[in-house]
Nanobody, 119 residues
């Protein structure tokens, strides 16, 4: 069973930067892709970034040029680097990962981390 632990959220001023981390753990698993989405109060869920070997890397228009998704395969950790943050980036951010565990496909989601952009 694969589990995810997110970290790195908090309060940041407009124009600032923040990096979210998402650490995967478990046994006998491989990771194919990562995804980050966000959920703001009263707004629809939005996928902000995703990356795997088949689709490459995609970003929501709203974050293109400001957010970067990356991964450290040795640490089984994914990252979302956010810069030039705006008030409208305020949301709970969730990471997701998919791959194979004990030969079976899986997809799991993190617990979410709050990002608040405010002065």
């Amino acid at each position: 069973q694969v589990q995810l632990v997110e970290s790195g959220g908090g309060l940041v001023q407009p124009g600032g930067s923040m990096r979210l981390s998402c650490a995967a753990s478990g046994s006998a698993f491989s990771i194919i892709g990562w995804k980050w989405y966000r959920q703001a109060p009263g707004k629809q869920r939005e996928v902000v970034a995703e990356s795997d070997g088949s689709i490459g890397t995609n970003y929501a228009v709203s974050v293109q040029g400001r957010f970067t998704i990356s991964r450290d395969n040795a640490k089984n950790t994914g990252y979302l680097q956010m810069s030039s943050l705006k008030a409208e980036d305020t949301a709970v951010y969730y990471c997701g990962v998919w791959g194979y565990s004990s030969g079976r496909p899986y997809i799991v989601w993190g617990q979410g981390t709050q990002v608040t952009v405010s002065s």
